[in-house]
């Protein structure tokens, strides 16, 4: 068999990991050929490609980004491009394609299977928002860094007794900021799924501030929002590739609340630093998990299905019903977090 794979998208810690075990799986385990296409569905537009031995992979386990590079597929282009993709990868001998990828990533590869190209999915997002699978690799390690993160950022707030907003990624759904949140113990996590008052924020910080406790953490989601009259904030634009450009969320509320506060409030953007460097042991063996059964998968003929964790088991869900609907943080567990603030 000749497996296609790619990773498209954000990248994202672990990406490797399921590209070294496809491999070992496809090529060790069934004698099957791996071609791995470069920059995403890009690469097999473009026709570039490369073979993908043991060697090839070897060593890249622990290392971040993708060998293979990534790119995003533009919203408008998604019908002609997947056409196109289809009728190459015929072209280029692939009987199964194995897109890695997030929310538009598993959109293209459904559109792929419906056509009727073989396609196996791995879901792949540090956000954790896709649906049909309790967890993406890549979320661990975002949500250890952002941990970090504010572990430190609280001994330099209570040098300057001052309020740290914290920007976390987290577009649609606040799974980053919730868990990060919680771990670090902020003092007040904000989520796109639930529009924040400014008004419980600035008691929440007074409140500490009158026990003794003269600094604060609070950890925003990036597609956080205030409550309609809560606060001025412009939502962003919309981009190329259908994804709100955000008009900086933790900026602008620390700015709100040094001035309704008359405390000192800075603002501290993580970005693109929860998504890079090396994956977390837990990242890892998901990733290659998913690899594994990904590739079994393909063998059995499940095409339009993609991997998911369920409990501790790894089984094979329709891509479909995956990306019909994103998974946002549920009301449970945001009370859990409210709970121990
Ligand atoms: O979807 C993953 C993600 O990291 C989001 O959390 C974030 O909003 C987005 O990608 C950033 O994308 P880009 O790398 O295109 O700036």
């Known amino acids: 068999m000749r497996i296609g794979v ?7 810690p672990g990406l490797n990991a399921v590209i070294r075990s496809v491999v070992h799986r496809a090529v060790a385990g069934y004698g099957d050929e791996v071609i791995g296409f470069e920059d995403g569905f890009r690469g097999l537009l473009e026709g570039r490609h490369r073979k993908l031995d043991l060697d090839a992979v070897s060593g890249i386990l622990a290392r971040g980004g993708t060998i293979l590079g990534s790119s995003r597929l533009e919203r408008a282009k998604l019908r002609e491009a997947c056409e196109q993709s289809k009728e190459l990868a015929r072209d280029y001998g692939i009987d199964v394609l194995v897109p890695i990828g997030g929310e538009g990533t598993l959109t293209a590869a459904r559109m792929l299977a419906d056509s009727g190209l073989p396609v196996v999915g791995v879901p792949k997002t540090i956000d954790n928002d896709i649906s049909s699978t309790d967890r993406t690799f890549g ?16 001994t330099t707030a209570e040098s300057h007794q001052r309020v740290m907003v914290v920007e976390v990624m987290g577009r649609h759904a606040g799974w980053i900021a919730l868990e990060s949140g919680m771990a670090a113990g902020a003092h007040g996590i904000c989520l796109p799924e639930r529009p924040f008052e400014v008004d419980d924020l600035v008691a929440m910080v007074e409140e500490r501030f009158a026990r003794g406790k003269k600094f604060a953490v609070i950890c925003v989601a990036e597609g956080a929002h205030p409550a309609e009259g809560s606060m001025d904030y412009q939502k962003g634009e919309i981009d190329l590739y259908g994804h709100e450009r955000f008009a900086g969320i933790g900026n602008r509320l620390a700015i709100e609340l040094e001035r309704r506060l008359g405390k000192e409030a800075r603002p501290v953007i993580l970005g693109h630093v929860q998504r890079g460097g090396t994956p977390t ?30 409990g501790t088991r790894i089984v094979m869900v329709p891509i479909a019903e995956a990306v019909t609907v994103l998974k946002t943080v549920p009301v449970d567990r945001m009370d859990e977090a409210e709970s121990v603030f």
Not at 6 to 12: K, Q, S
């Open 6 to 12: 790619l990773t498209a998208g954000g990248d994202c």
């Open 139 to 154: 979320f661990d390690t975002a949500v250890g860094v952002a941990t970090e993160a504010m572990d430190r950022l609280k």
């Open 281 to 310: 042991a837990y990242d890892r063996v998901l990733a290659t998990r998913f690899g594994l059964h990904a590739v079994d998968a393909a063998h059995r003929g499940d095409f339009g299905m993609m991997t998911a964790l369920r």
